[in-house]
Structure formats: structure tokens, C-alpha cells
């Protein structure tokens, strides 16, 4: 059973677009960044935060005055990973709207409520949680 789940996990759908010059199949993630949507799923960790950058970076680079939806699916993560995100989202120029579709939960929150003003949005089912930071000291007493 973990299998199967694992396996329809890895597929990803394709959509074929016919053009003056042939076929072209794209991705289903690929043809909606296309449209300058991007996904936030899962755990907010390094790997994510860098795929997302990159795809905010690079839609900024194609239309600045451009809009880009970010629709968030998120239960939260590393922190450092997440503001690299929310830095990226405020740095550049294209206005970046976001949609809580399913959860939007700690660091996921926090993305959502830094889309543009009067352009950010929840699904009516959607769940969004919001909590006081946490953290903690390591190292030996006398440094702390």
C-alpha cells in the first residue's frame, strides 16, 4: 500500500499544447508557472525555499509590473528558509498574491500574510494558524 502511495505521489501530469509549429508537452507545474503561478507545498525546509526563490526571481526577471499568484498548502518549517522566501517576495518588484488552499500553519502563515495588500485570499475550507515563536540556546552555559 505504501508503495502505491508513494508511486501516485511521483506522478506528475503533462499537458500537451498545440502550436502553429507542433506539439509542445509541458508539466503540469511548468505550464502554470508559465501563467506566473507558483506552489507552496509541504514543509517550508531549504530545498523548497530555493525552487520557490528562484521561481519569483525569474518571473520578476520576465514582467516586474507582472502579478504572481503563490497559492500556500504549508504546515510550516525551518524559519531561515521561510524568510528567504518572504525576502525574495519583498524584494522584488511584481505584486505576489497569495491563496491559503488547505492549511497555511506557522512559517506557511506568515508567507501568506506577506502577499500584496488587498491581495491576499483563503479558500473557504482552508485552515490558517498563527503562534508565538519558538526557540531555545545550545552550546556550553558559560557561552550562554
Known sequence: MDDMIT?????????VEQSSRGERAYDIFSRLLKDRIIFVTGGI????????????????SENPKKEIAMYINSPGGHVHSGLAIYDTMQYIRSPVSTACIGMAA??????????????????????????????????????I
Open 7 to 15: 508511486k501516485a505521489m511521483n506522478l506528475v501530469p503533462m499537458v
Open 45 to 60: 525546509e531549504d530545498g523548497m525555499a530555493t525552487l520557490v526563490t528562484a521561481q519569483l526571481l525569474f518571473l520578476e
Open 106 to 143: 506557522s512559517m506557511g502563515a506568515l508567507l501568506l500574510a506577506a502577499g500584496e495588500k488587498d491581495m491576499r485570499f483563503a479558500t473557504p475550507n482552508s485552515r490558517i494558524m498563527v503562534h508565538q515563536p519558538s526557540g531555545g540556546f545550545r552550546g556550553v552555559a558559560s557561552d
